[in-house]
């Protein structure tokens, strides 16, 4: 763990032997966050209304007929903002990872753990969806308590089944969600339709999937950011005294003591901080952000906006908790973009700048024209005569109708079996066979590269292949 922290004389550092919810046996710390409300508070309660309307009504989007995104596996079946990919083009899916990866890499070198705050899957579901229904149908923090420790009487059990059953609807919802994601809406409402009796495999997967999320939401929680989630260990690679996270300023903040009304604290050689706790009920990972930089820590802002509550009825600036730097923080040194950030960003824009290349150079179609294997060439009228296979593929979503000639020798010539114009719809891929002949007295090697050539109804060239033509082995000097 990268843990940088000042300590203070109300501490030490036995805190970081032991995850901050469990205790020393190892048994687990239930969590009982207080409500956090606040500026930043208000801020990710609309960023999470965004994202969530974003992850509901994608799967029903579509360009020109195609899915805005999905990722078929099992049909093989991949759009990406409403473009089909094939397995040709996962080279550029590939480089989409590692832009992916170091996109990350540089988010966290600046930002810290923002992401995990403000845009994960795991923190959106659970605090802005879970945590607000748990709330709304258990109280605050002080009733949770008290019904967690109270018999399972009538109100107890009354409340604990409408919150597993309202999370085992949202986790249903979620898991349906997630299918439209991979096989698209219209194949999971017809599973819905049809029952389990019809598809019994996907209602089994999803049934787990259902269970899986229920599990995650209703009796993990935090112990996915905190034992599970590899970012939370990368952050400690990658945090330095540069980077931006949620800090306590403990140079402001110490020595804490209570607060006493009319009292100087700063001639009575005390801090900021009031010792009030009110930082530390209302994290959802259970932690002490006084304590410095944590692994648990996952930059939700909450106890920013506690912090600055008290801060402001007590009469001291806020801030106190903040977002800063650790310099900052040390020194008083403003934040600036440092040589690793810059070097970052370069390598960063050049791969965003290629997956734009070649996302436009993919072209419209590709075409593959091989000696069909197992066939050896043939001699008739003084002609060699090839059989190859093709594979047309056509990446638009228009219909194309093409021919096929040889570009190279110019001596060859092509017979088909079928059509010589070939249609092919949107998105689909063709198979078909050609025979292509040249003169005998014309071949100087026994095997030589020639080029095909797919043109398209105004005799325009829309891509070519180049493979090899077959002959009687000839002796060269």
């Avoid at 996907?202 to 009796?219: H, I, K």
């Avoid at 105004?458 to 000097?477: D, H, N």
């Amino acid at each position: 763990m990268n843990m940088q922290f000042q300590p203070s004389d109300h501490h030490d550092e036995a805190f970081r032997d032991a995850v901050g919810t469990m205790d020393k046996t190892g048994k687990r710390k239930w969590v009982f966050p207080k409500k956090p409300k606040g500026k930043y508070t208000n801020k990710r309660d609309y960023t999470s209304y965004l994202l969530l309307t974003i992850f509901f009504t994608l799967p029903f989007l579509k360009i020109n007929g195609n899915p805005f995104f999905l990722f078929n596996i099992l049909d093989r079946r991949f759009f990406i903002f409403g473009q089909p990919f094939y397995l040709q083009d996962f080279f550029i899916l590939a480089i989409g990872a590692v832009t992916s990866v170091i996109f990350v890499m540089l988010f966290t070198i600046v930002f810290g753990r923002i992401f995990c705050g403000w845009l994960c899957p795991q923190t959106l579901f659970m605090e802005m969806v879970f945590r607000k229904i748990e709330y709304w149908i258990e109280g605050d923090r002080n009733k949770q308590i008290k019904l967690d420790r109270q018999e399972w009487n009538a109100e107890k059990i009354r409340k604990r089944l409408l919150k597993w059953s309202v999370f085992a609807i949202i986790a249903m919802i979620i898991t349906h969600f997630m299918f439209m994601y991979i096989v698209g809406y219209e194949a999971v409402f017809k599973i819905m339709e049809k029952g389990p009796a019809v598809y019994p495999v996907n209602f089994m997967v999803m049934l787990f999937f259902t269970a899986a999320f229920y599990f995650v939401f209703a009796w993990l929680r935090e112990q996915v950011c905190t034992l599970i989630c590899p970012y939370g260990r990368l952050q400690g690679v990658l945090i330095d005294k540069q980077t931006i996270n949620v800090y306590y300023d403990y140079k402001r903040g110490e020595n804490r003591s209570k607060w006493r009304n009319n009292e100087d604290r700063k001639a009575a050689g005390k801090g900021d901080c009031i010792d009030c706790q009110q930082c530390v009920v209302v994290c959802p990972t259970g932690i002490d952000i006084r304590n410095g930089q944590q692994l648990e820590c996952i930059n939700c802002t909450a106890c920013i906006d506690a912090c600055d509550e008290i801060m402001e009825k007590v009469g001291l600036p806020k801030g106190l908790i903040r977002y800063a730097t650790e310099q900052e923080i040390e020194t008083g040194t403003k934040f600036r973009f440092t040589p690793r950030m810059k070097a970052t960003t370069v390598a960063l824009s050049l791969l965003i700048g290629l997956i734009g290349y070649l996302m436009y150079d993919r072209g419209s179609m590709e075409a593959k024209f091989l000696k069909v294997p197992g066939t050896s060439f043939q001699v008739m009228d003084g002609r060699i005569n090839n059989l190859y296979t093709y594979t047309l593929l056509n990446k638009e979503n228009a219909k194309k109708v093409v021919t096929i000639k040889v570009l190279d020798p110019k001596d060859a010539k092509i017979t088909y079996y079928g059509p010589m114009k070939i249609i092919l719809k949107e998105n689909t891929i063709i198979k078909g066979n050609i025979t292509i002949s040249f003169p005998e007295n014309e071949m100087r090697l026994s095997k030589q590269n020639i080029t095909i050539g797919v043109f398209d109804e105004k005799g325009k060239m829309i891509t070519s292949y180049k493979t090899t033509f077959e002959g009687p082995f000839k002796f060269s000097l």
